[in-house]
């Protein structure tokens, strides 16, 4: 009986994290006008159900997430069109069930990250010495990215390169109790 009643109380407290997936067309309409390019939203699994309470934590950090994306990742529409891409990007926004997590992946066709790029600004702003400069796997140091004031924009905007975000990301999602993860 007290299963029963547990299994019915989580049932209750589970939404569809569409009800948070839902904010973001109107972001990237608003930030691909700003920076002037041509981005497409693809929405996938909003009917995957999670905790209410934990639906409701991911708003933050996706937002800083998918602003990264657009911001770093997507490049304008001149280089797509220089690098054989078309022109319009793509950003997914994806959430599937695996057992009892529920896994979010934010996904672009934009440029990527540069391992080595985030190696350099880890090595110039003491995140890194010189040893683990040269042991760091490319994997590892795209983690750096989640480091507090870890910043690789030479221009600060009202957008990045303040330094703040990631580790916020991090943090939010630790305490909402899941991992983060940039392939």
């Known amino acids: 009986l007290a299963e029963e009643m547990q299994g ?36 996938i699994g ?28 997507i490049e304008t529409k001149e280089q797509r069109l220089a690098s054989g891409k078309p022109e319009e990007a793509c ?8 057992d009892d997590q529920v896994i979010i992946e934010i996904i672009d066709d934009g440029k990527g990250i540069d391992a080595n790029i985030i190696k ?9 010495d010189q040893e683990s400069f040269e042991q760091i796997s490319d994997h590892e140091a795209l983690q ?10 030479e221009k600060v905007s009202d957008l990045s390169g303040r330094g703040v975000g990631m580790d916020v990301v991090r943090t939010t999602i630790a305490n909402a109790g899941g991992s983060v993860n940039v392939q």
Request: charged share 30%; glycine share 4%; no cysteine.
């Open 46 to 73: 909003e009917e995957t159900e999670a905790d209410k309470t934990v639906v409701e934590d991911l708003a933050d950090p996706l937002i800083h997430l998918i602003r990264n994306s657009i911001d770093h990742g």
């Open 8 to 43: 019915a109380v989580m049932q209750v407290r589970m939404v569809p994290v569409g009800s948070v997936f839902q904010r973001f067309p109107r972001l990237i309409r608003d930030l691909s006008r700003k920076l002037d390019k041509k981005i497409r939203l693809d929405l």
């Open 144 to 153: 750096l990215i989640f480091e507090a004031g870890f910043s690789t924009v």
């Open 91 to 98: 950003i997914q926004l994806k959430a599937t069930q695996l």
């Open 120 to 128: 350099a600004k880890a090595l110039e702003k003491g995140v890194l």
